[in-house]
């Protein structure tokens, strides 16, 4: 079984810039999940769609970020404009559906963002 | 304010001996708990999941508590191998759907 997919891995951009990152959720997978992992922190949920739809963003900051998840499989997460304090490491995971909150999260490797 | 709080020092221990990682909380009723493993460049992996009316769970040389009195649960790597050197999170998980992810725990198993 094919795990969850992002891209890229690596990412350097300036400050002001923007930058989007992709994922691709295990198939079958209804529930999709963005995190941000700060170096030295554990992951932080910055958004959980199920489906197409969002079932908590309450700690995405809609001002810069914005993630949008199409046909309810792929997911990409946007940074626009990004600042210094975004560097870190972006995890996509998804889980199972219809099980609920008891379901196991699989991670894609991440993205590490470098922002200059 | 909601916490969960993992020993933030890291633990050393001798190939052999076993683990013990720590892992308590405050202000929250999780319904359940995960432990995950954290490898340097890749995403967490699933490892237990223990639910509020469970004490105890075993998965081969794996064991995870779960005291929800002393909001505590513990998570024990016996006959520990240097290959079990690795961050483990663990996670809270309500009954809203939300789940919380502690900063973890780094262990270094020296052979």
């Known amino acids: 079984e094919a795990g969850v997919a992002q891209s890229p891995r690596y990412k350097i951009i300036e400050k002001r810039q923007s930058v989007a990152f992709w994922c691709n959720p295990i198939?079958?997978?209804?529930?999709l999940y963005w995190y941000q992992q700060i170096l030295g922190q554990g992951p932080k949920l910055l958004i959980q769609?199920?489906?197409?739809?969002?079932?908590?963003d309450s700690q995405l900051p809609k001002d810069r970020f914005s993630a949008e998840r199409l046909k309810g499989v792929d997911s990409t997460l946007k940074i626009q404009p990004a600042k210094l304090e975004d560097s870190a490491v972006y995890l996509c995971?998804?889980?199972?559906?219809?099980?609920?909150?008891?379901?196991?999260?699989?991670f894609g490797p991440g993205t590490r963002l470098t922002v200059l | 304010s909601q916490k969960i709080e993992q020993n933030s020092e890291a633990l050393n221990i001798q190939e052999g001996k076993t683990a013990t990682l720590t892992c308590n909380y405050t202000?929250?009723?999780?319904?359940?708990l995960q432990w995950y493993r954290q490898d340097p460049g890749r995403g967490p992996v699933f490892l237990l999941l223990?639910?509020?009316?469970?004490k105890e769970k075993r998965k081969e040389r794996l064991k995870v508590t779960f005291d929800t009195t002393l909001k505590q649960s513990l998570f024990h790597i016996t006959a520990s191998q240097p290959a079990d050197s690795a961050t483990y999170l663990c996670?809270?998980?309500?009954?809203?759907?939300?789940?919380?992810f502690g900063a973890g725990t780094r262990l270094f198993v020296k052979a």
């Open positions: 198939s079958g997978h209804a529930t």
């Open positions: 769609f199920q489906n197409n739809g969002v079932v908590d």
């Open positions: 995971a998804s889980s199972l559906d219809p099980g609920g909150p008891t379901d196991t999260q699989y």
């Open positions: 223990i639910r509020e009316n469970e």
């Open positions: 202000n929250y009723s999780p319904a359940y």
């Open positions: 996670a809270l998980s309500t009954g809203g759907f939300k789940t919380i």
